[in-house]
């Protein structure tokens, strides 16, 4: 929850494009977006349970193998937040208006067709096996309804205080150099987490 949480928080496409939804046309259509971001997960979530259940089923190699690059993608990721700018710039001028469903479906498409959601998720996820006992399928399960929930408190809060993280963001421009080395810090702990 707290490795999901850190994520959520830090900056990337989503959030801020919930922010700028909920900034330029209102809460309710932040909250649309994140309806539709959040529920796309169920997807990734249901092809990471299955496949990797079976691959942890047939082969204790592969299943170590894909740990290994779980952890190697996530320093990869923390070396691409390392090079990446501090700043955060807000401007809501290209953001067109749609109506709620088409802000949904729009959530949904964009989280379902992005393939760095399953490659996260089979980074982040096997790290968090929890029991010898239950099937890896509904672990598996567990931890993406746990992603889904704390997400959605996260994303929904950026979407309700649009307005006022918007003009903090605006005050404060160190904000952005927190959130960067928090995110670098985070993804090189869950790395180190998974092989150790």
């Avoid at 309700?160 to 090189?188: D, N, P, R």
Wanted: contains cysteine.
């Amino acid at each position: 929850m707290l490795a999901t949480a850190a994520l959520a928080i830090s900056p990337g496409p989503d959030n801020i494009y919930v922010l700028m939804q909920s900034v330029t046309h209102g809460r309710k259509y932040g909250l649309a977006t994140v309806f539709g971001l959040i529920s796309g997960c169920i997807i990734h979530t249901t092809l990471l349970a299955f496949g990797v259940s079976a691959i942890i089923k047939n082969s204790e190699t592969l299943f170590f193998s894909i740990k290994v690059f779980g952890a190697l993608y996530l320093l990869y990721l923390a070396y691409q937040v390392f090079r990446s700018p501090s700043d955060l710039t807000i401007s809501g001028k290209s953001i067109p208006k749609k109506t709620l469903g088409q802000l949904y479906k729009q959530g949904f498409i964009m989280n379902v067709l992005n393939p760095k959601v399953s490659i996260f998720f089979l980074a982040f996820f096997p790290g968090f096996l929890f029991s010898d006992t239950m099937s890896t399928v509904w672990q598996f399960y567990v931890l993406g309804f746990i992603f889904m929930g704390v997400s959605l408190l996260i994303f929904s809060a950026i979407a309700i205080l649009a307005g006022s993280i918007s003009t903090y963001i605006k005050l404060h421009k160190q904000i952005g150099l927190f959130l960067k080395w928090l995110q670098i810090i985070v993804f090189i702990g869950i790395a180190i987490l998974i092989l150790v």
